[in-house]
């Protein structure tokens, strides 16, 4: 659906940006431990060993800085990609009210046995087996004959639709 496509795009895009600061992280990690290894060779040179190993010290440190810094934006985007997985889900929540008040609106009664009583939203062919929550794919059922079709096609393994509903259509 249009939500599941926005929702992938909007993945891949975080992904993308997680590389990317991947990269840069890496790069600066890779220059830090190549100007920390020539000044402690510099260092070595001119007999100073104790410099030198301050050097390489201070370069592990920051080295342990960048990967904290990695997981930090690790973390964020993950909470950015949650955020955004609830809002869709929540879009997803409006539109199936909105699909609920419309069936409400059309059908004013059962579409298995035609009680008025309370109802609930069937998609007819069920999203388990590729059925979509649109308009040409819900009815209104109460809950016994929606409980009733949900038996039978949990056991035949397949929709299973009731008879006047398939009159109906």
């Known amino acids: 659906s249009r939500l599941d496509?926005?929702?992938?795009?909007?993945?891949?895009?975080l992904d993308a940006k997680g590389d990317r600061a991947e990269k840069r992280l890496d790069r600066r990690a890779d220059r830090i431990e190549d100007k920390a290894e020539t000044a402690a060779d510099r260092a070595r040179e001119a007999g100073k060993e104790k410099k030198a190993r301050r050097i390489e010290r201070r370069a592990e440190k920051k080295a342990e800085?960048?990967?904290?810094?990695?997981n930090r934006i690790d973390r964020k985007l993950?909470?950015?990609?949650?955020?955004q997985n609830r809002r869709l889900d929540r879009k997803g929540d409006r539109a199936n009210d909105r699909l609920r008040r419309r069936?409400?609106?059309?059908?004013e009664h059962c579409q298995g046995c035609g009680s008025h009583?309370?109802?609930q939203l069937d998609h007819i062919i069920p999203l388990s087996q590729?059925?979509?929550?649109v308009r040409e794919n819900v009815q209104r059922?109460?809950?016994?004959c929606h409980a009733t079709k949900t038996a039978l096609s949990t056991a035949r393994g397949g929709p299973a639709k009731s008879s006047?509903?398939?009159d109906s259509r």
């Open 117 to 119: 009583g309370p109802w």
């Open 78 to 83: 993950d909470r950015a990609g949650d955020r």
């Open 65 to 70: 800085h960048l990967e904290r810094k990695g």
């Open 164 to 166: 006047q509903a398939a």
């Open 5 to 13: 496509k926005r929702g992938d795009r909007r993945e891949r895009k």
């Open 130 to 133: 590729g059925g979509e929550t």
């Open 141 to 144: 059922l109460c809950r016994r």
């Open 103 to 107: 069936v409400a609106h059309e059908e």
